[in-house]
């Protein structure tokens, strides 16, 4: 299959995904999960991504090797061609442009090139330094610092002021820094000729020669493939009117990072001697340019990314300081604006992508102390979900990101540590996926001891893709998960509910996630903290008023989180056989007191009671306790029929009852272990129930 069809196939296999994310109506957070690797070992840790929308390939410019490699994500090989290698011996970025397919490589300047050069353990005689095969005079083994650099300025290659000696140690190592007319240049090693030294006899005279920073001029070239749809080589585009480095205000002093202008096809730079960046139209002509605020004093942090949004908005990303954390600004096309986003909460970030079709800012990382790369995907200025990626401890914090907007992957290129191999480098490829989200659990009802039924809710996208679910639960904080049965979701587009059943301990604390699976993708929602709810307390019940053919029966419970409802069960045995309307007490963690009032009871007759109190849990039952009626009145007979019961004002806080017949007007009270007659207070109306802590 050609490359052409191969990418027509997975776009069609992706239709109803993007239709649902390029529409808008996606709902919820959408995040990325890890599904493979490519590129192992073809390329060192300072390397840019891009990638060509229309085919697929991703492009790697890769500071450790000349020219730009292209990779088939999907092949799993090597590069499928490498370009530009006569003209890019070190690329340090990549961009493409996706209206036409076109590659703009850049490469950084640096002003001053060092090198470090000498000759160890000479205890006589001369050496000479060589730069381009011409050789200086010589150089006695102990020579000072003005004599070497008076040798070096003899050079035709080098002209006075053109060199500066960094560091010097007699008999030992130099350090050279390039300047002058040698600034922003790549100068060839500078070589050691030690014939002419002599050596103690015991150690013999060695050499060193290494180039500590190379100087650049910097530049950009564009190159342009000979197919769009299915390219085999990229060529030189002659025809670009490159920006050119310079310190005119239509030249760029010292080349930094690039990005491409999404919306007009505009080549930014970053400036970095001037601090701004500098807008470039596709046929190379100066637009204009936008100052760059310097970070704060005492923040040393530097930009290391730079992107344009379809918004034309610009985000620049500061890498961490001494004591700094990441930063994202964004501006406006203009420059205007500066605020920060996701404040606090990057880590140590290393690059930027965007997802046009969600307005999420993706945010490539790696921890502080270096371990686990990731990415965090912002929304609204907030980071909304982190995903980690594999990956140990390394000697440096990398983690370059591109995305196809296309497929909607994301590609991140790591180092990784293969045991006997040490660090490879490698591209993460990640797809998107739905972030579940996780609700608390509906209680279904009790089974009358000491657990209940539950039903586990939650929400998900399948992006148009086959998905299951299931709901992982822990009662031991995460120590073990128990799991759910594995449910489809379907293949939909949009969000469905995500449900399962099960049985739960009460007054437990639970934890709560839920995971998704759409093929090898996996996603889990965070977790969620839930303690499922108690049986409610019967504390006490009595009497609260007691007449021969009525009383008022009274109780303390304590309520849970779910509504309750309490009544008295009544009679003349245990068997009870009469019963109070139910009566709804709310819901609350807190000591509540209600009374029901029940009437139709029979003069000098003893009646067995008790509270009951019912959540959705469960029903507590209180202990039996008895009352005895007393006598009728002398004003009137004794009630017939059977007894009856109604609801009743709240009470004052219960006592028990005991029968004594009063005079009229009295009451019988329990005063101080003793049942005495008072007089009767004027009565008021009273709540049908009220809460007390």
Not at 201 to 228: E, H, K
Not at 400 to 426: F, H, K, M, N
Request: net charge negative.
């Amino acid at each position: 299959m050609s490359k052409a069809l191969h990418r027509f196939a997975l776009l069609v296999s992706l239709a109803a995904l993007l239709t649902v994310l390029a529409s808008g109506t996606a709902q919820g957070a959408v995040s990325f999960a890890n599904t493979g690797e490519f590129g192992t070992r073809d390329f060192s840790a300072q390397s840019a991504l891009a990638v060509d929308e229309a085919t697929g390939n991703v492009f790697v410019a890769d500071l450790g090797s000349p020219g730009v490699k292209v990779y088939d994500p999907d092949a799993g090989a090597g590069p499928l061609l490498t370009f530009g290698a006569a003209d890019l011996p070190a690329p340090d970025d990549v961009a493409v442009d996706q209206s036409d397919g076109s590659v703009y490589v850049g490469e950084h300047s640096t002003r001053t090139e060092v090198q470090e050069v000498g000759a160890v353990f000479a205890v006589g005689g001369t050496y000479r330094l060589e730069l381009a095969g011409e050789k200086t005079v010589p150089i006695p083994y102990d020579a000072g610092e003005e004599v070497v650099l008076a040798a070096l300025e003899g050079l035709s290659s080098i002209g006075p002021g053109d060199v500066d000696i960094v560091f010097f140690a007699p008999g030992g190592v130099i350090d050279l820094a390039f300047k002058g007319a040698l600034a922003f240049t790549n100068v060839d090693q500078v070589e050691v000729d030690a014939s002419g030294l002599q050596d103690d006899g015991a150690n013999p005279v060695f050499t060193i020669v290494t180039t500590l920073a190379d100087g650049a001029r910097g530049g950009v070239d564009r190159f342009v493939p000979d197919v769009r749809s299915d390219p085999t080589s990229y060529s030189k585009d002659l025809s670009y009117d490159a920006p050119a480095r310079g310190d005119q205000p239509d030249q760029v002093s010292s080349f930094g990072l690039m990005t491409l202008d999404p919306v007009s096809g505009d080549l930014l730079i970053l400036d970095t001697e001037r601090s701004r960046i500098d807008r470039f139209a596709p046929n190379g002509e100066f637009i204009g340019a936008v100052e760059v605020s310097p970070p704060p004093a005492g923040d040393f942090s530097v930009i290391s990314d730079l992107l344009v949004a379809p918004s034309r908005e610009i985000y620049l990303l500061r890498t961490p300081g001494a004591e700094t954390g990441a930063k994202v600004e964004k501006l406006s096309a203009s420059g205007a604006g500066g605020g920060e986003i996701a404040a606090g909460q990057l880590d140590d970030a290393t690059s930027l992508a965007f997802d046009p079709r969600l307005d999420h800012l993706i945010v490539g990382w790696a921890f502080p102390n270096y371990e686990h790369p990731g990415v965090s995907i912002v929304e609204g200025g907030q980071v909304i979900d982190r995903v980690e990626l594999p990956g140990l401890r390394i000697p440096l914090a990398y983690n370059q990101v591109a995305l196809d907007g296309a497929s909607g992957r994301l590609y991140a290129g790591t180092l990784i540590e293969t045991p006997g191999l040490g660090w490879q480098s490698t591209i993460q490829t990640l797809e998107p996926i739905f972030i579940p989200e996780v609700s608390a659990p509906t209680v279904l009802g009790g089974s009358g001891g000491t657990s209940a039924a539950f039903r586990f809710n939650g929400t998900l996208d399948p992006l148009g893709r086959a998905t299951t679910y299931h709901f992982e639960y822990s009662t031991d904080e995460g120590a073990t998960w128990a799991q759910s049965p594995e449910l489809s979701a379907g293949s939909g587009q949009g969000q469905v509910p995500a449900n399962a059943e099960v049985s739960l301990s009460l007054d437990t604390k639970v934890q709560l996630r839920l995971v998704i699976a759409s093929g090898a993708l996996t996603k889990t929602s965070k977790t969620l903290p839930y303690t499922t709810p108690a049986l409610p307390e019967v504390r006490a019940a009595g009497v609260d008023r007691l007449e021969p053919s009525a009383a008022t029966l009274s109780g303390v419970i304590r309520r849970t989180a779910l509504p309750t409802s309490i009544h008295f069960e009544f009679g003349t045995s245990p068997a009870y056989g009469s019963r109070t309307p139910e009566l709804a007490i709310g819901a609350g963690e807190d000591l509540h007191t209600a009374a029901q009032e029940i009437s139709g009871l029979s003069p000098q007759t003893t009646y067995h009671y008790r509270l009951v109190a019912e959540n959705a849990v469960g029903v507590t039952v209180g202990v039996d306790g008895t009352f005895t009626t007393p006598p009728a009145l002398e004003s009137g007979g004794a009630p017939s029929g059977a007894p009856s019961a109604s609801p009743s004002p709240s009470p004052s806080p219960p006592v028990s009852a005991a029968p004594k017949r009063c005079a009229k007007g009295t009451k019988a009270r329990r005063q101080k272990g003793k049942v005495r007659c008072v007089r009767q207070k004027p009565k008021k109306s009273k709540q049908r129930s009220q809460g007390r802590r």
